[in-house]
């Protein structure tokens, strides 16, 4: 059971925050191609939108 509460968990992150699960993807193959990404400017807050 506590299985499927992290599946649900996660799947709600990815639909309330497409662009952290794209900037970690880019982040991840940059890693793989041995280039270490800089430092990220903080994203406005969505509550705040």
Same mark, same amino acid.
């Given at each position: 059971?506590?299985?499927?509460?992290? =599946? +649900?968990?996660?799947?709600?992150?990815?639909?309330?925050?497409?662009? /952290?699960?794209?900037? #970690?993807?880019?982040?991840?193959? =940059? +890693?793989?191609?041995?280039?270490?990404?800089?430092?990220?400017?903080? /994203?406005?807050?969505? #509550?705040?939108?």
């Amino acid at each position: 059971m506590a299985s499927i509460y992290r =599946a +649900l968990a996660e799947h709600t992150k990815r639909e309330a925050y497409p662009e /952290a699960i794209e900037a #970690a993807h880019a982040d991840f193959g =940059a +890693l793989q191609n041995s280039e270490v990404p800089g430092p990220r400017l903080a /994203a406005p807050d969505r #509550a705040s939108l």
